[in-house]
């Protein structure tokens, strides 16, 4: 049984960090992609941030230079710096199966909200 939950967020001025984590468990690290995702108030679920095994990462552009994404068998964080209004959104933890596809989970989600 997956479970994935999450931490962390919160309310943060412009220009600010917050740290996102997620408890992983139920996974096997090495065939899943393990990644963050974001949902803004009238938009679709975009991928934030996506990490294999193997260290490979991927990031939303607009992410580039202000995100980090790191984990391990247990738990998946996010640093996020220099954060910014447009940043605002419920921020979900996922895990992606390698191979089935289909298998594919999700965190309750955190509300992150980026206002002065």
């Known amino acids: 049984q997956v479970q994935l939950v999450e931490s962390g967020g919160g309310l943060v001025q412009p220009g600010g960090s917050l740290r996102l984590s997620c408890a992983v468990s139920?996974?096997?690290?090495?065939?899943?992609?393990m990644g963050w995702y974001r949902q803004a108030p009238g938009k679709q679920r975009e991928l934030v941030a996506s990490?294999?095994?193997?260290?490979s990462t991927n990031y939303l552009d607009s992410t580039k230079g202000r995100f980090t994404i790191s984990g391990d068998k247990t738990t998946l964080s996010l640093q996020m710096n220099s954060l910014k209004p447009e940043d605002t959104a419920v921020y979900y933890c996922?895990?992606?199966?390698?191979?089935?596809?289909?298998?594919?989970?999700w965190g309750q989600g955190t509300q992150v909200t980026v206002s002065s």
């Open positions: 990490i294999t095994s193997d260290g």
């Open positions: 139920g996974t096997n690290f090495k065939i899943f992609v």
């Open positions: 996922n895990a992606r199966h390698l191979f089935i596809p289909t298998n594919n989970y």
